[in-house]
T-cell receptor, first 109, second 112 residues
């Protein structure tokens, strides 16, 4: 079983839709949770990070962590064509990082 | 603010040729540095990480090596490239192993 599981998609939504991206994990020692956005042929860009359960909001983006279910989500409100990218989740137990394989998202104008 | 640079951006090399990819970080001191390879649809594979000058840890035994000659410089090398070395190579830094990592723009390597 992989440490981090992420549905690769692809996910295609119309502009303005709410997008939900998810990752599950198996290691209860994970304490730090991150989301990265990667445009084609570019390096991943840190989008959001959180160190606790609950929600964290930044503009149109909301990161949610449920440690009891070992489940994290990224919500994108009012999605835009510029949100089309691959989204990677990442987690750390304080010593090592683990990345999901990424979910490819396309927002159709 | 911190900035991370990688070069070259793209590289096409024949099998058996040497390789040197460079990564530098600005605006911070004593960063943790990482080299990743990203293959299409396969996520990020950690190759090497470094917590200080001359301190290199290898995650995967392979045809590559890494060096850190200066605090904010990280180099990925190979003496003889294989076809399987093709991929997108990413350098990253973090202030601490526990916390978020920041990635460079990447180098796309094609071995022919």
């Amino acid at each position: 079983q992989k440490e981090v599981e992420q549905d690769p998609g692809p996910l295609s939504v119309p502009e303005g839709a709410i997008v939900s991206l998810n990752c599950t994990y198996s290691n209860s020692a994970f304490q730090y949770f991150m989301w990265y956005r990667q445009y084609s042929r570019k390096g991943p860009e840190l989008l959001m990070y959180t160190y606790s359960s609950g929600n964290k909001e930044d503009g149109r983006f909301t990161a949610q962590v449920d440690k009891s279910s070992k489940y994290i989500s990224l919500f994108i409100r009012d999605s835009q064509p510029s949100d089309s990218a691959t989204y990677l989740c990442a987690m750390s137990d304080g010593n090592q990082f683990y990345f999901g394989t990424g979910t490819s998202l396309t927002v159709i104008p | 603010s911190q900035t991370i640079h990688q070069w070259p951006a793209t590289l096409v090399q024949p099998v058996g040729s040497p390789l040197s990819l460079e990564c530098t970080v600005e605006g911070t001191s004593n960063p943790n540095l990482y080299w990743y390879r990203q293959a299409a649809g396969r996520g990020l594979q950690l190759l090497f990480y470094s917590v200080g000058i001359g301190q290199i840890s290898s995650e995967v035994p392979q045809n590559l090596s890494a060096s850190r000659p200066q605090d904010r410089q990280f180099i990925l090398s190979s003496k003889k490239l294989l076809l399987s070395d093709s991929g997108f190579y990413l350098c990253a830094w973090s202030p601490d192993r526990a916390y978020e990592q920041y990635f460079g723009p990447g180098t796309r390597l094609t071995v022919t």
